[in-house]
């Protein structure tokens, strides 16, 4: 897919109705682990408005021994907003599920995660408007805009 056509799937930061659909597709594909790389995985989160499990499918990047999720669409995607209503309590499923804890990540320390984050998943190149191929400075200059969350094993309470 081409970066015109990814975007237009996006426009205005929502997906339309083909790229809801085709995400249903991946979620289904990336719980079951089913030709799926290991790290394209379904988040699985309560939905802060319909207090209903709601599933997006990502991608995670690892970086400096840590797997961390990144908003390819920014601080008003949907997923991100359920995530930290929900206290960042999730299920990341791929093959298996697993309870998680997703911590927002400071903004000062986001930039070489996005940077890491554009090589393992391509299709998000088109919604960052950084080549993964810069700097990291260059990632600094657009990380407040783009939320990034470590990925911890959930802890009972």
Known sequence: MTRRWRRWMYRDGRPNRLARLLNRLSAVQFSTGFLAP??????????RVSGRPVVFPL????????????S??????????NVRAANGEA?????????????DVPVAERAPILRR????????????????????????????NYPVFRIS???EH
């Open 153 to 155: 094993a959930q802890t």
């Open 91 to 103: 299920i990341l499923r791929h093959g298996r599920a697993r309870p998680v804890r997703l911590v």
């Open 38 to 47: 290991t790290g394209w995985v379904t988040l699985e989160v309560t939905g």
């Open 72 to 81: 390819m669409l920014g601080e008003n995607a949907n997923w991100v907003a």
């Open 59 to 70: 991608v995670v990047a690892d970086y400096e021994d840590e797997r961390y999720l990144v």
């Open 117 to 144: 984050y554009l090589d393992v998943a391509p299709g998000a190149r088109a919604h960052l408007p950084v080549d993964r191929t810069e700097p990291v400075e260059q990632f600094e200059r657009i990380a407040a």
